[in-house]
C-alpha cells in the first residue's frame, strides 16, 4: 500500500442519531475504494464496521470503528462512530483526530433528538460538518421535511449541494447543483450515469445553484466582488468559497444518499476530497504548553493515542493520528506520561478488523500499532529529543452509577481487574473501589452502557456480575455552637491514663471572622484567646478549623496534635451515620493533665469523645451530594420530565426553548438519580438526553433525615 503524505489525506467522523445509516455508509466507500470486493450488511453481520459479536447481537454500532479507502488517489481515514449518547465517548475519541464530521439524516426522521446532541459535541469540540440526507430510498423519505429540520434546528447554514429527483423506494436519481449535472444509478453498485438537468427540473436547480453560489461568495471578499461583476461563480470559485465557508463552521454543505444502494457515496468522496480541510488545512493540534503542531514531516516525530483495545491472540492494540513526523517500523519514541520508551514493532493501515501491514505512516495519517508496554488512551507517543505531550481528550462527565457484586464471592478479585481492563478500552467507564461506602462502583454514561460491559464480560470471561444500588457518600456538619469538655481517666495499675479536654464547635463558612467569644449555654460569655490556628482542606471535601486557645500551660502544647488526630479520627467516621463530617471550627480552649499519667493517646481519646459530644448538641445535620443536571427533551415530553423531577426532590432553576427542543437545569440529590437515564428514556420513547455534574453538599430535608438516621440505628444493631 502506497505511503501518504498530509496534503494526500482527509479524516473524516461518521456523526447522527442512531439508525441514520452510518456503518452502511462506511461500507459503501470502503468498496469505492476497492479496500473491499463486496459490501456486507448489517443484517448479515458481515461489515467493516459493528464487527464485534455484541455489536452482532444488537444490530447497532457500540464501539467506534476505524477504516479507510484510497478515491482519486487520496486517502480517507473513516471514523465510524455509535448514534446512541450512552456511547459518546468514542465521539469524543474519534474528533480528536478527525478534521471534520459527515452528519448523517435519517430522510424519514429529519433532526432527531440524537442529532441535537450530536451538533452540540460537533460545535463543542469545534468541528466543520458535511449533511448528508440518508436512506432517501425508504417509504416515507422526504428530502424537504428533513431540509426543513435541519434549517429550524441546526446553528450553521445548510446549503443545498444535491435534491433527489425521485425520493421513495423508487430513488435512483439525484441533481447535484454545483456540477449542475443529472446522476441517475444502474444498480445498486454505484454504477451512474451522468446526464443533462431535465427541463421540468432546471427551473429549481437554477434557484439552489443561485443559493450555493451565494453562500460561497459571501465568506470571501474576492468570491463576493467576482460574483457582482459575473453574476455567477464557476464551479472551482464555489469550491473556494465552501472550503472557507465550511472551515470556520459557518455552513453545512447538503447531500443525497443511498449507503444501502450505494447512491451519491462517490460525489460525496468527491466534495471531501476537493472541500473538506484535511490535516494541512485544519486548525493544529496544540500542545500541553500551548504550542501548535503542525502536520510537517520533516518535523520530530508525535503521535497521539485516541483509542486502545484488547484483542483475544493479539494483545493490545493502539490506534493513533501521526501529528507531524513520520513514523517507521523499528522507530523508538518516548511517552512523557510514563517516561518510557516505546518501540514501534509493526504499523498498520485499518480497515475494521482487518488491518494492513504498511512500513511508514506520515503526519496526517491514521493507523495503529500492537504491544506498547504501557500507553493508553489520550497518551502521546514523541521523539525522545523533543519531549511534547498533546492537549488530552476531554470526556464527558457520567452520568449513572451502580455497585457491582459478583454473583461467585471467588470472582471478586478477576472481576475487578475485568473491570479495570474495560477501562483502558473505554475512558468513559469510570471504576473505583470506595473505601468509604465499602463498595466497587462503576459509572458510565447511561444504564445500556453498563449493560453492555456487563454482556461482554459474560460472554468473555464467563463471570457473572449485577449491579446494586450504590450507597450514598452523605457528610454530616453542624447548624451551631456547642460546648463540651470530657475527662479521659484510667488507672489499673502501673502507669495511669489522663487527659481533659475542653472545647467549642461551631459551623464553618467561608470569610467567617476569627474567634473571640462565644455565648454557650450553662457557661455564660466564654472568651478565648488564639495561640495558634490550622486549617485543612479535608480529602472528602469541606475544611476543619483547629483552634489552640489554652492559656496558662493548662495542656502542654505537645499533646496538641494527639488532640487533632482524635478529632479528625471522629470526623472520618462521624457521630451520626458514620459518614465523613466537614465545614467544623473546633476551638480547645481549657483542659487539665497529670505531670505523670498524661499521654498522647490519654487527650486523643478525652478530643474524640468531647467532640463526639459538643457535635451531638451542635444541632447535627446530614449532607448530601446535589447534581446541576440538564436535560434535553422534545417540547411534547416536558410536562412528564417535570412531574418526574418533582417527585425526585428536585429545584428547578430554569427552562427555555432551543430550537424545537426545550432544555431543563435543575439540582437533583444524587440520591434521587439512580437508573434515571431508564426512566427519562421511558418517559420520553427515547428521545430526551440529560448530562450532570456534582454542583454541592446541602442538608437534607428533616424527613430524610430522620430515616436515614432509623436506618442508620438498625444497621448499627444489627
Request: hydrophobic share 40%.
Amino acid at each position: 500500500m502506497k505511503n501518504y503524505s498530509a496534503k494526500e489525506i482527509k479524516n473524516i467522523v461518521l456523526i447522527g442519531a442512531p439508525g441514520t445509516g452510518k456503518t452502511t455508509l462506511a461500507e459503501a466507500m470502503a468498496f469505492e475504494g476497492k479496500v473491499i470486493d463486496r459490501r456486507g450488511s448489517i443484517e448479515t453481520n458481515n461489515t467493516l464496521s459493528d464487527n464485534t459479536a455484541i455489536e452482532h447481537e444488537y444490530k447497532r454500532s457500540i464501539y467506534s470503528t476505524i477504516l479507510f479507502t484510497e478515491f482519486m488517489e487520496r486517502k480517507l481515514n473513516i471514523i465510524d462512530c455509535p448514534g446512541s449518547d450512552d456511547f459518546c465517548g468514542s465521539l469524543f475519541s474519534a474528533f480528536k483526530v478527525g478534521d471534520v464530521g459527515v452528519f448523517l439524516f435519517n430522510a424519514q426522521n429529519g433532526w432527531e433528538v440524537g442529532s441535537e446532541i450530536q451538533a452540540r459535541y460537533a460545535r463543542a469540540l469545534q468541528k466543520p460538518v458535511i449533511g448528508v440526507i440518508n436512506q432517501l430510498d425508504a417509504e416515507k423519505a422526504s428530502f424537504e421535511a428533513t431540509l426543513d429540520s435541519i434549517r429550524a434546528a441546526s446553528r450553521v447554514k445548510p446549503v443545498v449541494v444535491q435534491y433527489p429527483v425521485n425520493q421513495g423506494p423508487g430513488f435512483d436519481a439525484f441533481i447535484d447543483v454545483l456540477l449542475m449535472k443529472m446522476y441517475r444509478f444502474k444498480n445498486h453498485d454505484g454504477l451512474r450515469e451522468e446526464l443533462e438537468i431535465p427541463a421540468g427540473e432546471m427551473e429549481r436547480a437554477r434557484a439552489l445553484n443561485k443559493e450555493l453560489v451565494e453562500a460561497a461568495a459571501e465568506h470571501d471578499e474576492a468570491l463576493m466582488e467576482l460574483y457582482f461583476e459575473k453574476g455567477t461563480l464557476t464551479q472551482d470559485d464555489i469550491r473556494a468559497g465552501l472550503k472557507i465557508g465550511l472551515a470556520q463552521r459557518d455552513v453545512m454543505p447538503v447531500f443525497c444518499a443511498s449507503g444501502k444502494r450505494d447512491i451519491g457515496t462517490k460525489r460525496l468522496m468527491e466534495f471531501i476530497i476537493n472541500v473538506a480541510p484535511g490535516p494541512l488545512k485544519a486548525p493544529a493540534f496544540l500542545s500541553t504548553e500551548g504550542e501548535e503542531l503542525a502536520a510537517d514531516a520533516e518535523q520530530p516525530a508525535v503521535a497521539f493515542v485516541f483509542k486502545s483495545q484488547i484483542e483475544p491472540h493479539i494483545g493490545e492494540i493502539s490506534y493513533l493520528r501521526v501529528i507531524r513526523g513520520r513514523l517507521a517500523e523499528g522507530t523508538e519514541l518516548l511517552n512523557p506520561r510514563t517516561g518510557n520508551r516505546e518501540k514501534i514493532s509493526q504499523l498498520f493501515a485499518v480497515a475494521g478488523k482487518n488491518r494492513i501491514k504498511v512500513t511508514e505512516l506520515s503526519a496526517g495519517d491514521i493507523g495503529c500499532t500492537v504491544k506498547l508496554k504501557g500507553t493508553r488512551t489520550n497518551d502521546t507517543l514523541c521523539a525522545p529529543a523533543a519531549p511534547v505531550e498533546v492537549e488530552p481528550i476531554l470526556f464527558p462527565e457520567p452520568r449513572y452509577r451502580a455497585a457491582v457484586k459478583a454473583k461467585a464471592q471467588a470472582d471478586e478479585e478477576k472481576l475487578g481487574k475485568l473491570l479495570n481492563d474495560a477501562r483502558y478500552e473505554d475512558p468513559t467507564i469510570l471504576v473505583d473501589y470506595s473505601k468509604e461506602l465499602k463498595q466497587t462502583i462503576v459509572q458510565g454514561q447511561g444504564e445500556h452502557h453498563l449493560n453492555i460491559l456487563r454482556s461482554r464480560i459474560l460472554a468473555d470471561a464467563k463471570i457473572d456480575f449485577e449491579y446494586i444500588a450504590p450507597k450514598i457518600p452523605y457528610r454530616e456538619t453542624i447548624t451551631r455552637v456547642a460546648q463540651a469538655d470530657y475527662r479521659h481517666k484510667k488507672q489499673s495499675g502501673g502507669a495511669g491514663q489522663f487527659g481533659e479536654v475542653h472545647l467549642v464547635i461551631e459551623p464553618y463558612t467561608e470569610g467567617m471572622p476569627e474567634p473571640k467569644s462565644y455565648r454557650v449555654p450553662g457557661k455564660g460569655e466564654l472568651t478565648v484567646n488564639v495561640k495558634t490556628k490550622e486549617e485543612y482542606d479535608l480529602p472528602w471535601g469541606g475544611k476543619l478549623q483547629f483552634y489552640s486557645a489554652v492559656v496558662g500551660g493548662a495542656i502542654d502544647a505537645r499533646f496538641m496534635p494527639a488532640i487533632l488526630k482524635g478529632i479528625m479520627e471522629k470526623m472520618d467516621e462521624g457521630p451520626l451515620t458514620g459518614s465523613y463530617a466537614r465545614d467544623i471550627r473546633v476551638v480547645v480552649y481549657d483542659g487539665k493533665m497529670h505531670p505523670v499519667d498524661s499521654n498522647e493517646i490519654s487527650f486523643k481519646l478525652a478530643a474524640r469523645n468531647a467532640f463526639k459530644e459538643a457535635f451531638r448538641n451542635a444541632g447535627p445535620k446530614i449532607m448530601e451530594p446535589v447534581y446541576s443536571v440538564e436535560i434535553l427533551t422534545p417540547s411534547e415530553y416536558m410536562g412528564a420530565v417535570m412531574s418526574d423531577l418533582q417527585n425526585r426532590r428536585a429545584m428547578i432553576e430554569g427552562m427555555e426553548s432551543d430550537k424545537g427542543l426545550d432544555r431543563l437545569n435543575a439540582r437533583v440529590p444524587l440520591a434521587e438519580l439512580y437508573r434515571y437515564s431508564t426512566t427519562l428514556s421511558s418517559l420520553s420513547s427515547g428521545a430526551a438526553t440529560y448530562s450532570m455534574r456534582f454542583a454541592s453538599y446541602e442538608q437534607v430535608p428533616a424527613d430524610v433525615q430522620e430515616r436515614l438516621l432509623k436506618a442508620y440505628v438498625d444497621t448499627d444493631a444489627e
